[in-house]
């Protein structure tokens, strides 16, 4: 008998990371939900039609929203029984030195980046730990390891994921779901292109294997991470970063 597919939540699913992670899970036979803010359509069409994402539903979802969330993981699990995998993927930044940094900024992006996961976690959690099996994975930040600067908001929320993730590993750690985080370095997105020519140079020309990341870099990790297979990590982080940043 063919097993089921496992059923898995990406955040941040029409993002440059979240995408590849959507292909890959789909490729690998998962049946993929990715949750994103309202895209417009010509990026909601190209996601369509792409055959690496077709199969792939587009949920909209604000992450910092904690009622939103609690009805998407309920609208996931009502329409496929259960959700196996939730990919913490959905982040922002919003660069300023802490001098010239608004209230706004460090908000928006503690609201997205940090109270996203525990939002998604605090609903899926509970299902996952009943039916015994549970994969989640929180896409964190080298940025959150190093700090980084002019980003207070976003290493501060990419650090507290970690402790977070370590937190939760242990609760559940006896009911069959694992959560791990991986720190991503410099992966060519829309949020890395975004940066300052001058700085995104500065800091690619000293990555050790001479080349930003491909989403897909972090795509294979989190498949690994998220296979029946991985049940015994649990409360790692995975630093992909092309050795910018080598810790142990
Ligand atoms: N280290 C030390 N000093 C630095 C510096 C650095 N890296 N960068 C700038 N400075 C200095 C400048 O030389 C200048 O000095 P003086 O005042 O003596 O002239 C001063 O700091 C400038 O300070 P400002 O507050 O005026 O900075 P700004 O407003 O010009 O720019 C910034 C600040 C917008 C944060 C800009 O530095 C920037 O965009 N930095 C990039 C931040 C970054 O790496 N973001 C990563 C985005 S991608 C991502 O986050 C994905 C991921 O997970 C990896």
Redesign the pocket.
Same mark, same amino acid.
């Given at each position: 008998m063919t097993p089921s597919p496992r059923i898995a939540l990406v955040t941040g699913g029409l993002g440059g990371i979240g995408r590849a992670i959507c292909a890959r899970l789909a490729a690998d036979g998962c049946r993929v939900v990715a949750a994103d803010l309202p895209p417009d359509a010509a990026r909601l069409t190209a996601f369509a039609d792409d055959p690496a994402t077709r199969q792939v539903t587009v949920l909209a979802l604000d992450v910092g929203d904690f009622d939103a969330c609690a009805a998407a993981v309920a609208d996931v699990e009502a329409r496929h029984g259960r959700l196996d995998i939730l990919v913490n993927a959905a =982040?922002i930044?919003r660069?300023?030195?802490l001098? $010239?940094m608004s209230r706004a900024q460090w908000d928006d992006v503690l609201r997205i980046d940090l109270d996203g996961v525990f939002n998604l976690c605090r609903h899926a959690v509970e299902g996952m730990t009943a039916r015994g099996f549970g994969r989640i994975v929180n896409i964190?930040?080298?940025? =959150?390891q190093t700090g980084?600067?002019?980003?207070t908001n976003?290493a501060a929320a $990419?650090a507290g994921m970690h402790g977070f993730t370590m937190a939760l590993a242990r609760e559940t750690a006896r009911k069959g779901v694992t959560v791990n985080s991986i720190s991503? =370095?410099?992966?060519d997105?829309p949020?890395?292109r975004?940066?300052?020519d001058a700085?995104?140079e500065g800091?690619a020309a000293t990555i050790p294997v001479g080349r930003t990341g491909a989403p897909d870099d972090i795509a294979r990790a989190v498949a690994f991470l998220a296979a029946d297979e991985a049940g015994y990590i649990t409360g790692a982080n995975l630093p992909i970063n092309g050795g910018l940043f080598m810790s142990f």
């Open positions: =982040g930044t660069d300023a030195t001098r $010239k964190s930040s080298v940025n =959150g980084q600067f002019g980003q976003y $990419k991503p =370095g410099y992966i997105t949020m890395v975004a940066m300052p700085i995104r800091i």
